[in-house]
């Protein structure tokens, strides 16, 4: 290629770009993953372009198997990209030239780098929203998996992260079941609404050649052209519904992994990772550090600094294509690139954590976790109104915590000095194991109920 100007759009140009021209201008240092997708892209378009009689069928053939070509080139690392080509899109055209000759010429009839990238990108994030899709269904089969070890294990429900009341391990493991299955969801309705395929919108207006975009459409797994040649290569919402799901998702991922810190610290105790989710400490023998949790902890960082910064570029753009938009893709890249690995990661340490079951019970049984039971229990029994039952249940842990022992560990002798018709039945309904299973309200933390949630996981994941 000539050295002077670019040979794709060189024609007018007498000189070549000034280097830090070029080196604003090129996206080859990244948009080179969207190789895959390019030459899927351009194979759907040269055999609708044949079909349609606007190139021969033997051009067609060549370009196809030229493309193949590269492709096996670039799989195998062999394939030498060019700054001055600024772009993936010429990179592949150019080599296309050099290994078939003139018919690569004839590829780019009807077509745009403007249609063709929007093809391509909304290909790869197709792809990266069924990745994350899979990677979301792994993790939650693991935390069913451990939700069916412990259906009935007690341990502490937390609000401000003070004991509340008493859960159980399965009903805490669902809750996040249930995060990650709407997590699921918004990826796939992400995925249905981007799945319409700009290519054939050309530079911004359409063409004048008689393409067939649904057949573009079809071959490439769409569900159909989009309907607005502008729109088709102004659009990117497809990307930021894409990071702003991850966002979600990686919101979601951060709280539980802040959990899994918290429980895997000496004072909780509530969980031990395994030797192959752990790190040591260079200096103190005795640490057992949950890096990987405090990793996706902090993705977040980046998965949501990725759908600000894009919302930022697209911002206040004009119809139609700016080269703004080029900046785009780093920030799905690198987005989509962590929540994968932040799910696979999270994965893993659910599939091998183990639960400390007497940790968690013996966590519940304390910080007075059973004073809703007590409450509800003069209201059930002695008739009482909830608010003067608050009142008296609030006095008999005054009493406790003066004594320093638990509810169960008052007399009942004491507990007459606070309400006279407090009865020995009580103290049925004092233990942890009674108070979760009486909440058997729908969706409520009762094993009983934890096991159908359980049941009905399964055969939604199956
Ligand atoms: N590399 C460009 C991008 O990523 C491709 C589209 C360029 N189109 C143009 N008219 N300069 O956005």
Redesign the pocket.
Known sequence: MTKTSNQMWGGRFAAGPDAIMEAIN???GF?RRLAAQDIAGSRAHAAMLAAQGIITDKDAEAIGKGLLTILSEIEAGKFEFSTAL?????NVEARLKEVIGEPAGRLHTAR???D??AVD?RLWVRDQADAAMAGLRALMAALLAQAEAGADWVMPGFTHLQTAQPVTWGHHMLAYVEMFSRDLGRFGDARARMNFSPLGAA?LAGTSFPIDRHATARALGFDGPMANSLDAVSDRDFALEFLAAASICAMHLSRFAEELVIWSSAQFRFVRMSDKWSTGSSIMPQKRNPDAAELIRAKIGRIFGANVALMMVMKGLPLT?S?D??E??EQVFDAADNLMLALAAMTGMVGDMTANRDALRAAAASGFSTATDLADWLVRELGLPFREAHHVTGALVARAEAKGCDLPELSLDEMRAVHQAIRQDVFEVLGVENSVASRMSYGGTAPARVREQIARWREVLA
């Open positions: 090129a996206s080859i948009d600024e772009d993936i899109h010429m745009s780098r403007n063709q990238v990108f530079a294509y080269k938009m080029q785009d893709k």
